[in-house]
């Protein structure tokens, strides 16, 4: 069993990306690895009260705190004690072997975590390492330089690492507090105070930390585009003529790295599959013969049962055709126009709804053209997820 | 005066940001720099072409091109050369003092270029630093920790640096084919072979280096954020009921940190001053009375002469309203449907148009709860400035 710890609170790692605390997507992370028994999170006093509102609003699960100290050293040592001392007032118990990570990693997964926990039990000790983008140089004490290090003979230390409980927990009991007070790299105590020669494994870029506003941003964008990787299109069962099978085409072609799957949704065909929803996040909803929203709310009523809404905002796009020989561009959006109040609704539930209504024109040759158009427009809102645009009605 | 080269071309360089290469910011940042008088940029033989295509599409001024080498102290090597050799054939000659950056660093000011310029001036060589965010680990051959660097007492060597001609170009001169090959650092060859100790100035967390995907998605969200800093309300000078005004207001609350200004137009109020159509990215468009786009469109004709939409996709919001006594929602949105065509015409000069009807309640109260979704909705458009929405009439 392994526990685990984040770093010392920042700001940062409170910070909201799509509208979550960062902690949260790290705590998401470790939790989803079924064999960490626990995790324990050092916080400040100020901030307890905020983290316990975040675990309790994200549902995380085995997670404790502990009260962080006033360095990064000096709060893994409280995680460490936590995790030492078998009182009967805690549930946690020693571990075997306990991994070391921050709460601004958010993108940890269960591949290096493993590759770390397993090289820690042969070596005592283990990190995650990336290749140095810049040169590393020391400077001189009048601000020149003194000489810069050869690049390729080293690397950057990153998160996670993982350690025998014995070792780092003996390390931390025995450095100064010199170490506690100005030291950064927990391998390092391991080296010095225990002569475990830590094991390095090559990490992927996704572990980087979480440092400037400009990663915030990349952080935003990276699980944009993770919660993009699979879109669902439903439809009712009566209806399979053309004008589905060339959307479904032409989102393939939007999505060329995403799992583009449809569904049938209705009495005959039952739900959707419970895999759908507990990984999709991106569903297009179409209707080709009617102007009302019956589908799409049959639809919206199986998403409540989707635990993923309180991870991440879902996107329901609800597609509608106009023939050109049809009723009117104006009176098909009054007709639609119900979807505003719809979208305001389960805005609360984090569901984030969109009408697009397809116009066709009377050429065949336009169709096409017509559809791809609304492809993109799907591709847009998926991708950009956008709260303010929920109940808005595009048109292509 | 200074001349100026580019780092080794790598396909990361020729990637869009905003539909425009990379490299290309990174030159308008150079040549936006009065007193940098030559940028010389390192080319391989195949991307040759491309790399004319970019200078003559953004009309970039003062570049000369060179073949890069095959490792990146080679190319700088033949950027100063090219320096170097006064020849009757070519347009540049002999720089007291040579910047030298990197195509992936997009963000560079004046501000450090002058730092590290004046500071080359006076030591001979410069180069701007940044703290270490991960602390640096020497590996031993089997893969296991060595010893960790003391992260305090080292710096990352990042770009530009900047040096006295002469020197830098000897010490290309003299150093060995194994520095060419395998070197990495600049400031270590001026050290190494002329004895100069590099100033070293601190540098903006924005000079870092694109060097991964997420480098990309964190560059595009800077340059959006940057060009959607100034908002630039247009209005007929009839026009100035409590229409005008509110949105405006709540325009300001929806931009807290930009700077939201309001002009006439007409015949009048004369045309947009010089200094708005050099510098504001984002335009709303207010139309109170008629259903038209005649207003929207004298602003899209100024922006015909703006220099700006080479660079970057302008945003142009054409707001309307929608009284609750007047036509019908069906048929305003009728009347207002041509947006569409007048927007796929001006996306050809990059410029992102969008329709936004803000749809009067009967009761006052809900008013400033329209205007206030209208201005979040038109604070999402300027933030995505998505393509694909472009043409599409937005309702609040
Ligand atoms: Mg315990
Ligand atoms: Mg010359």
């Known amino acids: 069993g392994c526990g685990e710890r984040m770093g010392v609170p920042t700001p940062k790692q409170f910070c909201l990306v799509l509208e979550r605390p960062l902690i949260s997507y790290a705590l998401q992370a470790l939790e989803s690895v079924h064999w960490i028994e626990d995790v324990v999170v050092a916080v400040t006093r100020e901030n307890t009260e905020a983290m316990e509102a975040i675990i309790q609003r994200y549902q995380h699960k085995r997670v404790s705190l502990v009260e962080s100290g006033v360095t990064r050293h000096?709060?893994?040592?409280?995680?460490?004690?936590?995790?030492?001392?078998?009182?009967?007032d805690t549930k946690l118990s020693k571990p075997e072997v306990v991994i070391i990570h921050d709460a601004v990693r958010p993108f940890v997964e269960e591949d290096v975590l493993l590759k770390v926990v397993i090289a820690a039990k042969e070596h005592g000790a283990a990190g995650?390492?990336?290749p140095l983008v810049s040169t590393v140089i020391s400077p001189s004490a009048d601000g020149c330089l003194d000489h810069s290090l050869e690049r390729a003979r080293y690397k950057a230390s990153e998160m996670p690492q993982a350690f025998l409980f014995d070792?780092?927990?003996?390390?931390?009991?025995?450095?100064?507090?010199?170490d506690l007070d100005f030291g950064t790299e927990c391998l390092q105590l391991a080296l010095q105070y225990c002569q475990t020669k830590a094991k390095l494994v090559e990490g992927s870029p996704d572990l980087w930390k979480v440092t400037y506003k400009r990663d915030l941003y990349a952080a935003e964008a990276v699980i944009k585009e993770r919660i993009s990787q699979?879109?669902?299109?439903?439809?009712?069962?009566?209806?399979?003529?053309e004008h589905v099978g060339l959307l479904e085409e032409m989102l393939k072609n939007e999505f060329k790295h995403a799992d583009v799957t449809s569904k049938a949704l209705g009495p005959a065909a039952g739900d959707l599959p419970r895999v759908t929803l507990e990984r999709c996040c991106s569903f297009v909803c179409v209707n080709v013969m009617n102007s009302d929203f019956h589908e799409t709310q049959k639809l919206l009523k199986l998403l409540e049962d989707s635990h993923?809404?309180?991870?991440?905002?879902?996107?329901?796009?609800?597609?509608?055709?106009?023939?050109?020989?049809?009723?009117?561009?104006?009176?098909?959006?009054?007709?639609?126009?119900?979807?505003?109040?719809?979208?305001?609704?389960?805005?609360?539930?984090n569901i984030l709804l969109y009408g697009l209504l397809i116009c066709y024109p009377q050429e065949e040759l336009k169709l096409q053209q017509r559809v791809g158009q609304g492809a993109a427009i799907?591709?847009?809102?998926?991708?950009?997820?956008?709260?303010?645009?929920?109940?808005q009605l595009l048109v292509a």
Chains 1, 2 share one sequence.
């Open 74 to 88: 000096r709060s893994i040592f409280n995680g460490l004690r936590a995790l030492a001392e078998d009182g009967p």
């Open 128 to 130: 995650a390492i990336r």
């Open 167 to 178: 070792v780092i927990y003996k390390a931390y009991q025995q450095c100064s507090d010199y």
């Open 230 to 241: 699979q879109i669902c299109i439903v439809k009712d069962v009566k209806e399979d003529g």
């Open 308 to 349: 993923l809404s309180i991870f991440y905002p879902l996107v329901v796009i609800s597609v509608h055709f106009l023939a050109y020989n049809s009723v009117s561009f104006g009176e098909k959006m009054e007709d639609l126009r119900q979807i505003r109040e719809l979208a305001k609704e389960v805005k609360k539930r």
């Open 378 to 391: 799907i591709a847009a809102l998926i991708k950009e997820r956008n709260p303010s645009l929920a109940g």
